[in-house]
Structures are given as C-alpha cells and as structure tokens.
C-alpha cells in the first residue's frame, strides 16, 4: 500500500499527557499537512510542511502542539499535556510538488489518529 | 464570512435516484481551485472530484459531477443514481491562489453534508 499512513489509528490518554502521532507521506510527494477534525466539523489546518521545513502553522497551534518533519519524509505530531479540548480526529494529508499545468493541489489523506482525552 | 458555506447539514436520498450537495464559496482570488471530498465512518478523506477555477467545462468523474457556477461561486456536487455505498460525509474544499513552486496554497473545507442513501 502507497498510501498515506497514520499510527496510531486510535488513542485514549489522561488529561496531562503527552501524545504523540506519526504520519508517512506517500514517498514522492515533498508536502505535507495535518489537519484536525472536531465532531461535526471539516478539516481545519494546523500545519504545512514542504519537505523539511515548516513554513505554515495555524494560529489553532498553540505551545503545547509541536510537529516536525526531520528528514523530509515521515512527520510527527506532538502535544503535550493533553486536554479534553484536545480530543478530536488528527489527519495527515500529503501532495506532490506542482509540475505543469495538471497539477491540482489535491491532498491525499490518511486514515487519521483518532485522540480521545478522558 | 465563511470561505466554504454548506447549508444542508444532513440529506436522504433514494437508492439509484440522483442528489445534489450545495456548496458556496468566498474568494477574492482569480485563481482558485474546488475540491470534493468523502468522509466514509471509517475516518478517511477519499477525493472525489476537482474544478479549476479557469475551467469553462463543468468537471465530470463517473457518477459525480461538479456544477460549477462562477458568477454565484457555487461548486454543487451532483451524484447520479446513488448506491448505498455512498453513504457518507461530503466535504466541499478550495485551494484559494494559483499553484507554484513554492509556498503554501490554503486549502479550506466546509463543515460538511451528511448523506445517507435509503434502499
């Protein structure tokens, strides 16, 4: 399977701990995102890297997320001393480097990682 | 005021009858592109259709295609004789600025229609 992958798929954790997410981009793509969905909700984003670098992160973001993506491959999601606020469906999505005209901007998604904080 | 508004929270439909899902948008941007999203109970967002925004023919991909009404920033999702499968989420998106090699283009989702199709 090619796809975007997220691990884990599911997590409950107590309110004050860490969690942490992992997202695999498709290989050849060089952007990546994460997107959080509360209930009820469309994606809202959080942040946006290109390759290595972190060039964009939503104001929703506050000190306690950190996301990285050290080698310009794999990305992680971290978020310190959870909330309840906090619980919601955590989706990476990735997408090519523009090239031509066909180039959409479409993202591709995973299956998200599900955070519950009791 | 909202970039992606969709006004129909949940909607029925019978098995093999066609439905339309409304979506407008606010922009300021000349070019900008309209996305299509499924959101099954599994969790993830599979891609369904796109339009561009300098596209002058309505885009079309099997069963759905997208109405696209410039002027009243309208991007309508049509799904032609609808199969239980379909049940779902449908998210309408746009990518606001013109793809480049650089930098980031938003990407912005509505809150979504709830589509249930009924045997």
């Known amino acids: 399977d090619t796809g975007v992958s997220q691990d884990p798929r599911h997590k409950i954790t107590k309110r004050g701990q860490n969690v942490t997410f992992r997202c695999d981009p498709i290989?050849?793509?060089?952007?990546l995102y994460w997107y959080r969905q509360t209930l009820g909700q469309g994606p809202e984003f959080l942040t946006y890297?290109?390759?290595?670098?972190?060039?964009?992160k939503s104001r929703l973001l506050s000190d306690r997320f950190s996301a990285e993506r050290p080698k310009g491959s794999f990305s992680t999601l971290e978020i310190q001393r959870t909330e309840q606020g906090d619980s919601a469906m955590y989706l990476c999505?990735?997408?090519?480097?523009?090239?031509?005209?066909?180039?959409?901007?479409?993202?591709?998604f995973g299956e998200g990682s599900r955070l519950t904080v009791l | 005021a909202q970039k992606i508004t969709q006004t129909q929270p949940g909607m029925f439909v019978q098995e093999k009858e066609a439905v339309t899902l409304d979506c407008t948008y606010d922009?300021?941007?000349?070019?900008?592109?309209l996305f299509w999203y499924k959101q099954p109970s599994s969790g993830e967002m599979i891609f369904l259709i796109y339009?561009?925004?300098?596209?002058?023919q309505n885009a079309t991909e099997g069963r759905y295609s997208l109405n696209f009404q410039k002027a009243r920033k309208s991007a309508n999702l049509v799904i032609s004789a609808s199969q239980l499968g379909d049940s779902a989420m449908y998210f309408c998106?746009?990518?606001?600025?013109?793809?480049?090699?650089?930098?980031?283009?938003?990407?912005?989702f509505g809150i979504g229609t709830k589509l249930q199709v009924i045997p």
């Open positions: 922009t300021s941007d000349q070019s900008y592109g």
């Open positions: 999505a990735s997408s090519p480097p523009p090239t031509g005209t066909d180039n959409t901007g479409e993202l591709f």
């Open positions: 998106a746009m990518r606001e600025g013109q793809m480049s090699s650089g930098g980031y283009q938003k990407v912005t």
């Open positions: 339009q561009g925004s300098y596209d002058e």
């Open positions: 890297f290109q390759n290595e670098a972190q060039l964009e």
């Open positions: 290989s050849e793509h060089n952007r």
